[in-house]
């Protein structure tokens, strides 16, 4: 799909878009991203929450390489943290451990990864608004 960016301003943002659905992923500065779909057209708010953080403690004395996948399968950016906007990111090793500010609420799988990238195996998450969620990795 087309990516669109816009800053600044508490205005309404206003899109003249061609009639149908879209799927839009809404981001801010401190808060968490909200993706949600929307039809055109229409006058539609999106609002966004601070999200929660999520703190990870690697067990071993390896940095890990990791990403969030949330209930429908689709990779959370977590703040585009990894290289050029990737999903994946890196979990330092013990006794540091790694905190991802923002993240929406809701039931996420933690996928940790093999050197090709490919799920080595996962961790349920849950991550509360306001609130940090620990877990061992």
Known sequence: GDLFRFSGG?????????????????????????????TAPSDQTVGLSPGGSLIL?????????ARLVDQN??????????PFGSPIFTIEPSPASTTLQNIAPGR?????????????????????????????V
């Not at 659905?21 to 909200?34: D, F, I, L």
């Open 10 to 38: 508490t205005e309404p943002l206003k899109l003249t878009l061609a009639a149908g659905s879209y799927r839009v992923t809404v981001s801010a500065p401190g808060y968490a991203s909200r993706t949600t779909t929307m």
């Open 73 to 82: 399968g689709s990779p959370y950016m977590a703040g585009n943290r990894g």
């Open 108 to 136: 996420y799988r933690l996928e940790i990864l093999d050197s090709a990238d490919q799920p080595s195996r996962s961790i349920d998450i849950v991550v509360i608004d306001g609130q940090p969620a620990r877990y061992p």
């Open 57 to 65: 403690q690697a067990r071993g004395s390896v940095a890990v390489r």
